[in-house]
């Protein structure tokens, strides 16, 4: 394409850098630009609106329209043709712009003598910087090449951004990546921390948005994505044959870097005057937005393949980012818009905390987190585009908050508050050896919950009595493909040796529901929580439930094994499981190898049918341990994963507590030994409750331990009890708030 069959886009660019590169203040700079594009493109009006705050847009620089209402218009997100382009993340192009939908009439601005409309939007990366937008009296819609040219300037605007070239006293944009801010996430496992931000993919910073040649520009593209398409291949070669998630993701990477229309797009916008990376990252940019809009989870998934492809693309053709994990910081806080459970591993425990901008609280990462313990923030959205590199961050994982950059007097509450937490830990080290010992004299045995070796050095420390509660399945969830017999017999029996002889209860796989192995084909299940999973896939498939099972004999060979299956709906589906378990503990004798010194089979009780068993099951099971997380979403028929109403119903309702009672009762009745083990033992309020209505047997995770059992030895069970009774008799839906004040007049000081 020769420069007259381009009209003036490269030019402008060309002249844009020019201008940009003028001595000035961002005012002036703004002022200029406007009247440079209004100018070369023959438009009437062109302006720019940039975000004052998340949710308002502010008219910056116009030529055209009314000066006075620079600094003046504002707009709400979504509101106007303006508030609309930022909003769609789109273009709109229209010539009859008073009579187009969502059109708002600001009189400030003299607008009214223009007819034609095209705002384009200035974003980064799915960052939303403001709006571009040129006007004009005659009613025309302007071309496609005028709106891909507008595009391609507002791209460059962002960059600019970027690098700060408009930051002033007077630009909403000033300061961006320096004043602080707080992102109210949600919480995906407990826990405060301070450090600073850990990009897990960094930014790649694009400093010549504007090509000087766009021969040149266009070899080093082509250079960049044979590159890409070489380490791709080789990436695909060396993947395991097994291994179909992998190969799948690289497949599609193959695809998007063999992608003839992905290359033509790119090289149009070099054409039009931008750099390589500046026309990589504008693909990335659309591929973002579109993101953000797309429902469909399958496209979702292959628009985020894109813009990791993306990604590599731009490390290739600045050589930046390459060196990842060289730069980590002092307390490093990772921060990133996702991450699988095999990277969260691999940084392991050196991470003080986790922001993602999405996950869920079920995700394997979450659930990694949480067996490393390591606090999570989920949902903190655009804290990846925010954020950089070592810039100060606190999260907040009980209220799932974030400060990024934050004030000094923020800062200081924070650290009292860690403070004030490791104080509580010190103190718990203190009573690690005593039993959690009430005043009157009941002993509730306090066990942990675990699921990676990692967990296990906390057996020790924590002051747990044991493992309660083993998931087996975050082995399978942390890797490509089905460990094989040999390694989980393995890991089991160096499980058991760190244990060093304290019991471990191992629950087998659970997987189904929010836990999807990699390699498993995932089932498009309407209810998934209440679909195939657990025991049911490990009874309809008996194949790797029984290779478990082996696994675990031969691991405990000669000590004692501890086996539960997990949600376990009614009678025949536990005398079925135990059943397999005896026919592989029959075969295994046959062979001549040895047996496990004891066995004991419980039940998961997580579904309310479960609780009204005949009484045979109570009597054949060896223990029973309540899925408290997984038996309140049933009881409450409120979905454990859904945000807007996990939360909704209190555990300490009293038609639960009465219900729970109900179960130990059952238990005590045929003696079978009871524990609950869902995240709720582990909160000190719930615990000391659970324990009065006659539990006697918790698990939780290890890092609460102090905190129940010192709140534990500082109370009457038996006087907890009558409150309990009483507030019931009361009638009120939750015990709640009468525990909660009972508990500030009754509990001695923590010794
Ligand atoms: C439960 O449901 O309470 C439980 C402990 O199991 P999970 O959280 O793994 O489903
Ligand atoms: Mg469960």
């Keep these: 394409m020769t420069d007259s069959q381009q009209p003036g886009s490269r030019k402008l660019l060309k002249r844009l850098r020019a201008t940009l590169a003028e001595p000035g203040e961002g005012q002036e700079r703004l002022d200029r630009i406007t009247s440079l594009i209004a100018g070369e493109l023959g438009a009437d009006v062109c302006s720019i609106y940039l975000f004052r705050d998340s949710d308002t847009l502010e008219l910056c620089a116009t030529e055209g329209l009314k000066q006075e209402a620079v600094h003046q218009t504002r707009m709400r997100l979504g509101e106007g043709l303006v508030g609309r382009v930022a909003l769609r993340t789109s273009p709109i192009n229209t010539a009859d712009a008073p009579s187009e939908r969502g059109f708002r009439y600001m009189a400030e601005t003299g607008e009214e003598r223009y007819s034609a409309f095209l705002g384009v939007p200035i974003q980064r990366l799915g960052e939303r910087l403001g709006v571009l937008v040129m006007q004009g009296r005659e009613a025309k819609a302007y ?8 595009e391609v300037v507002a791209m460059v605007l962002a960059e600019m951004a970027e690098l700060g070239v ?26 405060a921390a301070e450090g600073r931000v850990y990009l ?5 910073l694009v ?3 504007i090509a000087d040649d766009s021969e040149v520009e266009r070899l080093r593209l082509r250079e960049a994505v044979d590159k890409l398409r070489y380490s791709v291949d080789e990436m695909l070669s060396s993947a395991p044959l097994g291994d179909g998630e992998q190969r799948n993701v690289l497949e599609a990477y193959r695809m998007f870097a063999n992608s003839k229309g992905w290359l033509k797009r790119m090289e149009q916008d070099i054409e039009r005057g ?16 579109r993101m953000e809009q797309v429902p469909d989870a399958y496209l979702r998934e292959r628009l985020q393949d894109l813009d990791d492809i993306s990604n590599r693309l731009l490390r290739l053709l600045t050589g930046q980012g390459q060196d990842d994990g060289s730069e980590m910081p002092e307390h490093p806080v990772l921060v990133a818009r996702n991450i699988g459970p095999g990277e969260l591993l691999a940084y392991g425990r050196k991470l003080r905390a986790i922001v993602l901008e999405d996950g869920s609280v079920g995700s394997h990462a979450a659930i990694v987190a949480r067996a490393l313990a390591i606090p999570l923030v989920i949902h903190a959205r655009r804290i990846t585009t925010e954020a950089l590199n070592g810039d100060k961050v606190l999260v907040d994982g009980d209220h799932g908050i974030v400060h990024l950059r934050p004030e000094d007097s923020v800062a200081h509450a924070f650290e009292d508050k860690i403070a004030m937490r ?15 010992t009430d005043k009157s004299g009941t002993t509730i045995a306090l066990h942990m919950n675990a699921g990676l070796m990692a967990d296990l050095p906390s057996l020790p420390s924590s002051g747990a009595e044991g493992v309660g509660l083993f998931r087996t399945e975050l082995q399978f969830l942390v890797r490509n493909s089905v460990p094989r017999r040999g390694e989980l017999a393995a890991l ?12 471990v209860v191992f629950r087998t796989l659970d997987i189904g529901s929010d836990k999807v192995l990699p390699y498993m084909k995932p089932q498009d299940e309407p209810n998934p929580a209440m679909g195939w999973r657990a025991i049911r896939v490990g009874l309809d498939k008996p194949g790797v439930m029984r290779m478990q099972l082996q696994a675990l004999i031969r691991a405990s060979s000669g000590r004692p094994l501890s086996v539960m299956f997990p949600f376990v709906a009614q009678l025949s589906e536990f005398t079925e499981a135990r059943d397999r378990l005896m026919r592989e503990i029959d075969r295994e004798d046959r062979l001549g190898r040895p047996l496990p010194e004891s066995v004991e089979v419980g039940a998961m009780l997580e579904t309310p049918s479960l609780a009204y068993a005949p009484e045979i099951f109570f009597e054949q099971a060896d223990f029973i341990s309540i899925g408290g997380n997984d038996l309140k979403q049933f009881f409450f028929a409120a979905d454990r994963e859904n945000e807007r109403v996990r939360n909704r119903y209190d555990c300490l309702n009293v038609s639960f507590l009465s219900f729970l009672e109900w179960i130990n009762m059952r238990c005590v009745n045929t003696g079978t030994p009871v524990s609950f083990c869902g995240e709720d033992a582990g909160r000190p309020l719930e615990a000391v409750c659970f324990a009065a209505i006659g539990l006697r ?6 890092a609460s331990i102090g905190a129940v059992k010192s709140l534990l030895r500082r109370i009457d069970l038996s006087e907890l009890r009558h409150v309990i009774e009483k507030a019931r008799h009361d009638g009120h839906q939750s015990v709640r708030p009468v525990v909660e004040s009972w508990l500030l007049d009754n509990t001695d000081p923590e010794s």
Excluded: C, W
């Design 143 to 150: 071309s496609d090449d005028e709106v891909y040219g507008l």
């Design 166 to 191: 408009f930051q002033s006293s007077a630009d909403p944009a000033a300061h961006r990546h320096k004043q602080p801010v707080m992102f109210r996430g949600t919480s995906g496992q407990d826990g």
């Design 200 to 204: 897990h993919e960094p930014r790649v």
């Design 207 to 209: 400093t010549n948005p």
């Design 274 to 289: 931008l750099s390589a990376e500046a026309a990589v990252e504008k693909e990335q940019s659309s591929a973002r937005a």
């Design 422 to 436: 490791a104080k509580a830990v010190e103190r718990y080290s203190s009573i690690r050896d005593l039993p959690a």
């Design 492 to 503: 089991y029996s160096r499980v058991l040796d760190a244990a060093q002889g304290k019991r």
């Design 697 to 702: 047997s918790l698990s939780m995770r290890p």
